[in-house]
């Protein structure tokens, strides 16, 4: 690959900014962006740096996400305009929508593309969903192993020692490794004689 290509490639995807590396678009807003990743950040409070990329990247995927709505408005925006003059023998009403089914044809593959994005882009949030709520439970059963326990006051997580574990009064039931001979079972429907 030549040096220009090298160089081009990791803005390939900016056209929609679904897919690559690049998740701010020229025109975004950065200042909304980053509040929209602070929001993420103060919602899931990641620790540790595998919580920080995966919040990262949810907070990147809903961002993508986002921009899919519009992405298909404009197509049709652009289809009104490029196809305005078809359809002039039909009514008005008729009309817009004779137009938008047109621009549905012509740009099919490109709706069917962010059809697509949407998908994979959806399935890969689910998937760190998962992960991050796997990693944050991990964290606060082994806090609740050091002997605290998370609780919720006002609206802020403190933390506060766990009881002593309290003597169980249910005898033991044997395992399925003890002689059975020494339990008695009563079938079902048996009165027991």
């Given at each position: 690959m030549s040096e220009s290509g090298k160089a081009k490639s990791p803005l390939n995807a900016v056209k929609s900014g679904l897919t690559g590396r690049t998740v701010l678009l020229p025109g975004e807003d950065?200042?909304?962006?980053?509040?929209?990743?602070?929001?993420?950040?103060?919602?899931?409070?990641?620790?540790?740096?595998?919580e920080c990329e995966l919040v990262q990247s949810i907070a990147d995927t809903w961002w993508r996400l986002r921009r899919i709505p519009a992405l298909e408005m404009a197509l049709f925006a652009k289809g009104r305009i490029e196809f305005a003059n078809l359809f002039e023998e039909e009514?008005?009403?008729?009309?817009?929508?004779?137009?938008?089914?047109?621009?549905?044809?012509?740009?099919a593959k490109q709706i069917r593309n962010l059809q697509i994005q949407e998908a994979r882009l959806a399935r890969r949030r689910e998937k760190e969903m998962a992960e991050l709520c796997a990693l944050q439970q991990q964290h606060k059963e082994r806090e609740m192993g050091n002997g605290f326990v998370f609780s919720e006051r006002a609206g802020a997580a403190t933390l506060t020692a766990a009881p002593p574990p309290v003597p169980s009064l249910i005898p033991a039931i044997p395992s399925y490794t003890e002689n059975s001979s020494s339990l008695s079972c009563t079938p079902i429907g048996s009165s027991g004689s």
């Open positions: 950065a200042a909304e962006y980053q509040r929209h990743l602070a929001a993420f950040t103060d919602e899931f409070k990641p620790a540790g740096l595998r009514d008005l009403a008729v009309r817009s929508h004779l137009i938008d089914a047109h621009t549905f044809l012509v740009y």
